[in-house]
């Protein structure tokens, strides 16, 4: 999975993106700062992240 996302350069808080894709404020804010990576995620996360990216970015 590409994990150059333009959503995780800021475009978006943490609060939007966890309420989008249904993962804790913590984690995302965690994806954002890059203290994780968007693999640590399950597969129905990443696919969610990655459906958001298309909507917003494509």
């Known amino acids: 999975m590409e994990t150059d ?3 995780l350069k800021g475009n978006l808080t943490a609060y939007q993106i966890s309420e989008a894709i ?3 404020i913590e984690e995302a804010a965690d994806l954002l700062e890059q203290r994780i990576t968007v693999e640590s995620l399950d597969e129905e ?3 969610k992240l990655k459906q958001l990216e298309a909507v917003l970015f494509d």
């Open 45 to 47: 996360n990443q696919e």
């Open 22 to 24: 249904g993962i804790s």
């Open 5 to 7: 996302l333009n959503i």
